[in-house]
Protein backbone atom coordinates (compact mmCIF):
# COMPACT_ATOMS: atom_id res chain seq x y z
CA UNK A 1 0.00 0.00 0.00
CA UNK A 2 1.25 3.50 -0.76
CA UNK A 3 2.51 5.65 2.39
CA UNK A 4 0.40 8.32 1.27
CA UNK A 5 -2.16 6.46 0.73
CA UNK A 6 -2.00 4.88 4.17
CA UNK A 7 -2.08 8.15 5.80
CA UNK A 8 -4.87 9.95 3.83
CA UNK A 9 -7.10 6.73 4.85
CA UNK A 10 -5.93 7.33 8.78
CA UNK A 11 -6.81 11.17 8.61
CA UNK A 12 -10.38 9.79 7.27
CA UNK A 13 -11.03 7.36 9.75
CA UNK A 14 -9.67 9.70 12.76
CA UNK A 15 -12.12 12.75 10.90
CA UNK A 16 -14.61 10.22 11.07
CA UNK A 17 -14.24 9.17 14.84
CA UNK A 18 -13.99 12.98 15.69
CA UNK A 19 -17.19 13.72 14.52
CA UNK A 20 -19.83 10.59 14.43
CA UNK A 21 -22.91 12.80 14.71
CA UNK A 22 -21.56 14.91 11.02
CA UNK A 23 -21.48 11.96 8.89
CA UNK A 24 -25.18 10.54 9.83
CA UNK A 25 -27.70 10.94 6.98
CA UNK A 26 -30.01 13.84 7.56
CA UNK A 27 -33.21 12.86 8.24
CA UNK A 28 -35.63 13.57 5.79
CA UNK A 29 -37.94 16.33 5.03
CA UNK A 30 -41.28 14.34 5.45
CA UNK A 31 -39.79 12.95 9.35
CA UNK A 32 -38.50 16.84 9.73
CA UNK A 33 -42.10 17.96 9.02
CA UNK A 34 -43.82 15.47 10.98
CA UNK A 35 -41.73 16.37 14.10
CA UNK A 36 -43.04 19.92 13.74
CA UNK A 37 -46.03 19.59 13.17
CA UNK A 38 -46.15 17.29 16.52
CA UNK A 39 -44.52 20.57 18.47
CA UNK A 40 -47.03 22.90 17.20
CA UNK A 41 -49.91 20.40 18.31
CA UNK A 42 -48.33 19.71 21.64
CA UNK A 43 -48.56 23.85 22.19
CA UNK A 44 -51.92 24.26 21.03
CA UNK A 45 -53.42 23.92 24.24
CA UNK A 46 -51.00 26.73 25.74
CA UNK A 47 -52.48 29.08 23.12
CA UNK A 48 -55.91 28.49 23.58
CA UNK A 49 -55.47 29.08 27.76
CA UNK A 50 -53.45 32.36 26.95
CA UNK A 51 -56.53 33.36 24.68
CA UNK A 52 -58.84 32.50 27.24
CA UNK A 53 -57.34 34.42 29.75
CA UNK A 54 -56.82 37.61 27.52
CA UNK A 55 -60.35 37.27 27.05
CA UNK A 56 -61.37 36.87 30.53
CA UNK A 57 -58.76 39.92 30.93
CA UNK A 58 -60.43 42.04 28.33
CA UNK A 59 -64.53 40.78 29.88
CA UNK A 60 -63.26 41.91 32.99
CA UNK A 61 -62.07 45.51 32.06
CA UNK A 62 -65.28 45.64 29.76
CA UNK A 63 -67.82 45.13 32.87
CA UNK A 64 -65.44 47.66 35.18
CA UNK A 65 -65.37 50.81 32.58
CA UNK A 66 -61.84 50.11 32.00
CA UNK A 67 -60.12 49.86 28.42
CA UNK A 68 -60.80 45.93 27.21
CA UNK A 69 -58.75 46.57 24.63
CA UNK A 70 -55.78 47.64 26.38
CA UNK A 71 -56.61 44.41 28.88
CA UNK A 72 -56.53 42.41 26.16
CA UNK A 73 -52.62 42.65 25.38
CA UNK A 74 -51.69 43.02 28.21
CA UNK A 75 -53.56 39.38 29.06
CA UNK A 76 -52.39 38.47 25.78
CA UNK A 77 -48.49 38.70 26.41
CA UNK A 78 -48.20 38.82 30.39
CA UNK A 79 -51.25 36.22 31.09
CA UNK A 80 -50.12 34.79 34.53
CA UNK A 81 -48.83 37.56 35.47
CA UNK A 82 -52.49 39.80 34.31
CA UNK A 83 -54.24 37.24 36.15
CA UNK A 84 -52.82 38.10 39.69
CA UNK A 85 -53.03 41.84 38.92
CA UNK A 86 -56.57 41.46 38.02
CA UNK A 87 -57.44 39.73 40.89
CA UNK A 88 -55.54 42.38 43.21
CA UNK A 89 -57.47 45.44 41.23
CA UNK A 90 -61.04 43.45 41.64
CA UNK A 91 -60.21 43.37 45.16
CA UNK A 92 -59.43 47.01 45.34
CA UNK A 93 -62.46 47.78 43.92
CA UNK A 94 -64.74 45.80 45.83
CA UNK A 95 -62.94 47.24 48.79
CA UNK A 96 -63.91 51.13 47.83
CA UNK A 97 -67.32 50.21 46.49
CA UNK A 98 -66.39 50.86 42.79
CA UNK A 99 -67.20 47.33 41.34
Known amino acids: MNPARFWFNLCLLLLALAAPGRLVAQPDLESRLSRLEQRVASNEGAGMAV ?27 LSVIMLFVLLYKNARDRRSGRG
Not at 51 to 77: E, I, K, P
Open 51 to 77: LVCAAFCALWAQNTGRNAWLWFFLGLF
